[in-house]
Each structure stands twice: as structure tokens, then as C-alpha cells.
């Protein structure tokens, strides 16, 4: 609050009259008023200054390095005007929001040295009213004259606070004090400590903003540099820190390098050709350095000068294409690649599964998909998620049968690997979609148990951690045998087998839908081709007879294997019957002869069916048995 100029002998008189006969004069200013009485009924001293409250030196030293930046900046204002204050015998007082002064600066105050006052409280309670409270609670700058103030030895000059308010908050206080050696205009006063508060209050709401901005660009997944014309780098993030140390070169001053001596190609770059002022917008570029070539996604944006329009620095933002791979693989992961569509097939029983399929997928109850191995299930398991309410949250899956128990228990609930770090299990990474959990049956009994209390709560628990955290996540199970019949068995757990066999969807063996086996094949020759930007070929008529004549018993997954490996090693655009190689990509040389692990993946492809296999090897089943015993098989 601006205040006129008034006679220091009536305030004098009015501050007198109140000590001595407790009488508020009316024409104190209420708020001075108010803070006498408070002073009062603290019970402050107001005849001599009490012993201040006083930080130690480590939290003080504390307090200065969090507020470094409001420091920073009233040091170097003071720097420039420090003559100004000596000749008009100025002081200036810089206190948190707490009211203890963080820095002093010029004359002494309260008839104390800078070095001691710093530190000190300087609150209501402590020395009684003074422009820092008044300032402080009414949260506006408030001039107060010497005989208002409440203690007497600091009635020699007149002081002026202003509060420092940041985002609707009280950070500091700023108190300028005047002790008249010279006469200087109270306007003076007030107009310094108002521009002081203006100009902090910008300079620290900047520093926050420039400091979010950083955080934000530290986070990104690409590195940002700043450029000047040659080639100094003069701003990267955090990532970008990392590249440029891996590519090395001279310390220039600021521990970055010279673009010029690292990039040997530079002047070949979309940054030496946007200081022309050419910009480029996500360009494939190959950076060649004396330790590594790298290929990157390159933005180059050319600053202007507004007056002439020379381009003064540039800025580049550079993804490299391994992390963007990266990105790509981790968006694929999580998100369901198959829609039911996509399974091909007439046959009924085949119909009939991917149907019921497309009826429970519109409900959110978890379900099991039954079915021998490679029938196609986590294929219907990512078209039931594609088909649900779920279909914009995530997909994941997990293999229940490939991790020691101790890993599975990890990846399924997350753990806490320390008291303030801990990571999510693919439970949560699949909130408010679906987790599919392939080979269900291997899952052991304990981790059973607990997962079918976490779905049956929808709240779970990291290993390790007390934070219980809420999950909206639907099952869907796959299972190779009966679970029902190992459940009654007592192999699997009967409480999870109750929560994920409401709904069970039985996937038919391909041997039983013979029928849809060309048309699979041509499906997965489309697919193939697509993928690998490969003309489509076709499968003749006697070749698709050939595969229906086969049993396949590993199924669609070992069709699969059979036609992508005739597609990629016929030449013609014609896939013929002698192209076709039921062993998928085991050879039909004499290797198995030697090598138990090549015997043991034909032995699979027939089936364990020792006439078929002999035939697929072109030789006696009298062979085969001897074969057998060499690698300790037992005959089907």
C-alpha cells in the first residue's frame, strides 16, 4: 500500500499514547494499529530488540542453495546500483516466505552486521510490527515510517516491504530500508522496491518456466540441439548430452564439441544447409563420425533474426532410427495385431469356435481358449480383444511355461526393487485391457492362488510393496490339455480354474477342418508377402492337395513354417509339390544322422509317426528304429 508523507512527531505522539495509556489514536492506520495490539499481546519487547530466533548455518546454507536463483538475481541487481545505496544510506533485506532473511545486502539493519542478520526470523513474534508482517499478511507492499514500528531502536528510519507472490503464492519477501544521512522522496522508495518486486517476480516465474521446459525436453525420446553458425553447440538435452559424448571430440569451454571436427560429413547435413536458411523436416540422415556411423530422423528449423532475416543459430531434433525401431517393437507389444477376420476358414467346427468367440468377446468375463499347440489361440485370443469394449487399451501377453517361478511371479505382479523404486508386472501394464496368459497350465499353484485373489479383489500388490493398486484387466487363458481334467486332478488351482472357465472356447486341430487348409495356405502367402514386400505366388492345385494329405500334427503353426519355408526358396511365382518340405526348415539331407536335434524336429514335424517319417527321410523304417535308439526316442 502507497502511503503520503506523515509528521513524524504525531506519529511519534500516537505510537506514545499507545504505549503509555493503551489509547489507539483513529488516525493510525488501522492495519499498524492492528499489528500493535497483536505486538502487545505477544508480549514482545518494544524498548530495546530482543534475541532474534536464528537458523543453524546448515539450514541456513540450505535454504540460500534451494532459493539460489531469487539470490542470484538480487546479487547482480545489487552489484549495478550498490553506489546508489551507499549514498543514500540503503539497505535492502531478502527473507523467505518464513520470514527469515536469506541474504542482507549493504548497510547495517537493526543495528546489526549483514553476516548477522542473515538468518534471522524477522516474523511479528520476533520484533513486532514492521512493514515485513503487514506485508506478509495482507500479501501487498506496505511503506511503514519509523515511529509506527514497534521496537524503538529501529525507529531511526523508515522501511518498506513488498511480498514476492509466484502462482498465487507468498515465496519471498523483498524489505528496503531507508536511514536519512541525505533526503530521498519516498516516490523513490516506493518505485525502487516496485520494480524490484516486478522484475523478481518475471525473473523467478521464467526460471520455472525454463526449468519445466527442460524437465520436459531431459524426458523426451529424442535429442534437441542448439546451433550456432560454426558448428558450436550451444543447448542440448539430456540425450542429447549422451550422443554427443559418444561421438567425442574437443571440450570447447562448455563441455560440448564442435559439430565441425566430430561430424565428418557436416557440411553434407541438413544442419550446415539450414544456416542457408533450408529447413528440413523428418529426413532420413546418416551422420559419419570418426567412432561410429549413425542414422537418425532429423528435424533442422533455421532462426531468423527479425530485422534482416540472416539465420543466426538452428535447431536440430534428432531421433535415432534404433530407438524409433525400439518405440515401434514396444507399441507393436502391447497392442492386439489380429482381428477375428483374419482366421481363415469354412469348415464348421472351425465356425462354430469363432463364433462363440465373437459372442463372448462383447462381454468382460475371462475366458479359456482349449486347443492342441499352434491351433491358432493367441490368434483368437488378439481378435477377442480387437472384438471387446477393450479394444483401446493395451494387449499383452505372457508365457507362463518359459520363466523359473520366482521370474513369473515378477513379470505378472511387479516388484519393489527398492523403498522408493519399484516397477509394475504386466497385471497393471494391462489395465482396462487384456493380459493373455498362454501354457495357463504351467502356472504354478501359489502364484494360482494369489492371482485368483487379485482378480476375484481387482486390487493387487507389488512383490515387496505395501501400495495396493486397483486392476481392471480381463484373462484370457490358453491351455494345450484338458485344465479341467488336471484341476480335478489337483494340478492346477480349482479357485482360478472357477474365475477363467466361465466361458470356454474349444480351438479345433487342423486335421479335423482339412478343408480349410488351402485357403490357409494362400492366407498365410498373402501375409508373408505383404510383410516382406514380395510378389504374392501361387499355390497350384496338386500342391494343395499334397497338404491336405497330411496330418499335421503340430497344426496351423507348423503350416505355417512349411508354406513360408516353400515361399521363400521356390524361384518361380508357382508353388509346385516337390517345393514342399514337411519338415519346414529342416533340409531333407542326411544331417539328422548326426545331429540328435535335427532328428528330433523331424520326428515332431511326422507326428511321432514312424511309416511317415520314414517316408519323409526316404528311408526303412528298420533304419529309423536303430536311429531311435541312438538318440534314446521311444517309437509312437
Known amino acids: 500500500m502507497i502511503r503520503e508523507q506523515r509528521s513524524k512527531e504525531k506519529l511519534e505522539y500516537y505510537y506514545r499514547k499507545y504505549i503509555n495509556d493503551n489509547v489507539l489514536d483513529p488516525n493510525v492506520h488501522p492495519w499498524v494499529a492492528d499489528s500493535w495490539q497483536k505486538s502487545r499481546e505477544i508480549g514482545v519487547p518494544n524498548d530495546f530488540m530482543p534475541t532474534l530466533a ?5 539450514e541456513l546454507a540450505a535454504r ?10 538480487l546479487n547482480d541487481f545489487y552489484r549495478e546500483i550498490r553506489e ?3 549514498i543514500y544510506n540503503l539497505s535492502l533485506l531478502l527473507l523467505d516466505a518464513d520470514c527469515y532473511v536469506l541474504k542482507s545486502y549493504s548497510l547495517p539493519f537493526f543495528q546489526k552486521t549483514p553476516g548477522q542478520i542473515e538468518g534471522a526470523r524477522l516474523s511479528e513474534q520476533d520484533i513486532g ?3 515485513i508482517s503487514i506485508a506478509r499478511d495482507h500479501r501487498v507492499p506496505f511503506l511503514i515510517f519509523g515511529p509506527e514500528m514497534w521496537v524503538e531502536e529501529c525507529q531511526m528510519g523508515d522501511a518498506c516491504s513488498a511480498p514476492i507472490i509466484i502462482n498465487g503464492q507468498l515465496e519471498y519477501i523483498v524489505t528496503l530500508v531507508s536511514v ?3 533526503a530521498l522522496p519516498y516516490s523513490s522508495v ?3 522496491l516496485l520494480s524490484i518486486k516486478h522484475a523478481m517476480e518475471k525473473q523467478i516465474m521464467l ?12 524426458a523426451a525420446p529424442f535429442a534437441v540441439y542448439h546451433i550456432m553458425p560454426g558448428g558450436e553447440v550451444a543447448y542440448t538435452n539430456k540425450l542429447g548430452q549422451s550422443r554427443l559424448a559418444g561421438i567425442g571430440g574437443e571440450d570447447t569451454g562448455s563441455g560440448l564439441p564442435n559439430l565441425n571436427d566430430v561430424v565428418l560429413n557436416y557440411r553434407h547435413t541438413p544442419i550446415y544447409k539450414g544456416f542457408n536458411g533450408v529447413p528440413s523436416y523428418n529426413k532420413e540422415v546418416t551422420w559419419i563420425t570418426p567412432r561410429k556411423t549413425y542414422e537418425d530422423i532429423t528435424t533442422v528449423v533455421p532462426l531468423e533474426r527479425d530485422s534482416d532475416q540472416t539465420v543466426n543459430s538452428v535447431v536440430a531434433v534428432s531421433l535415432p532410427i534404433e530407438d524409433l525401431r525400439t518405440l515401434v517393437a514396444h507399441a507393436v507389444g502391447y497392442t492386439a495385431r489380429y482381428s477375428l477376420a483374419s482366421m481363415i476358414g469354412d469348415a464348421a467346427v472351425f465356425i462354430n469356435s469363432k463364433d462363440k468367440a465373437a459372442r463372448v468377446a462383447r462381454n468382460s468375463t475371462h475366458l479359456l481358449l482349449q486347443g492342441e499347440a499352434g491351433t491358432g489361440k493367441e490368434r483368437m485370443a488378439h481378435g477377442i480383444h480387437q472384438a471387446s469394449t477393450r479394444a483401446a487399451g493395451p494387449f499383452i501377453a505372457i508365457k507362463c511355461g518359459g520363466l523359473p517361478p520366482e521370474r513369473l511371479e515378477e513379470e505378472l505382479f511387479g516388484i519393489a526393487d527398492a523403498p522408493d523404486i519399484s516397477r509394475p508386472g504386466k497385471l497393471e501394464l494391462a489395465n482396462g485391457g487384456t493380459l493373455f496368459m498362454d501354457e495357463i497350465e504351467k502356472l504354478p499353484k501359489g502364484i494360482s492362488a494369489v492371482l485368483a485373489e487379485v482378480l476375484a479383489k481387482k486390487a493387487m500388490r507389488r512383490i515387496g510393496d505395501k501400495v495396493e493398486r486397483s486392476v481392471d484387466v480381463r484373462i484370457i487363458a490358453a491351455c494345450d490339455s484338458d485344465l479341467k481334467r488336471l484341476t ?5 488351482a480349482p479357485e482360478l480354474y472357477d474365475i477363467i472357465a466361465k466361458n470356454v472356447i474349444r480351438v479345433p486341430a487342423l486335421r479335423t477342418r482339412k478343408e480349410d487348409i488351402p485357403a490357409l495356405a494362400e492366407h498365410i502367402i498373402s501375409e508373408v508377402a505383404e510383410q516382406h514386400q514380395i510378389g504374392i505366388k501361387r499355390i497350384l492345385p496338386e500342391t494343395a492337395e499334397l497338404l491336405k494329405s497330411y496330418e499335421w500334427p503340430g497344426n496351423i503353426k507348423q503350416l505355417q513354417g512349411v508354406v513360408e519355408y516353400a515361399f521363400f526358396n521356390t524361384t518361380s511365382d508357382e508353388i509346385r509339390p516337390e517345393d514342399i518340405n514337411l519338415m519346414g526348415d529342416i533340409r531333407p539331407d542326411t544331417s539328422w544322422k548326426e545331429d540328435r536335434d535335427v532328428f528330433i524336429k523331424a520326428w515332431q514335424a511326422a507326428g511321432g509317426n514312424i511309416s511317415r517319417l520314414a517316408n519323409m527321410l526316404d528311408v526303412s523304417r528298420v533304419t529309423l528304429y536303430r536311429y531311435l535308439k541312438k538318440y534314446g526316442l521311444e517309437k509312437a
Open 180 to 182: 536519512e544521512q541525505q
Open 54 to 58: 536464528k537458523l543453524p548455518k546448515s
Open 84 to 86: 546508489f545505496f551507499n
Open 488 to 492: 480335478e486332478r489337483g494340478a492346477f
Open 190 to 192: 516506493v518505485s525502487l
Open 64 to 73: 540460500q542453495e534451494k532459493n539460489d536463483g531469487a539470490i542470484k538475481y
Open 129 to 131: 510490527t514492521s512493514s
Open 207 to 218: 526460471l520455472s518456466r525454463l526449468k519445466a521446459q527442460q524437465a520436459i525436453l531431459d
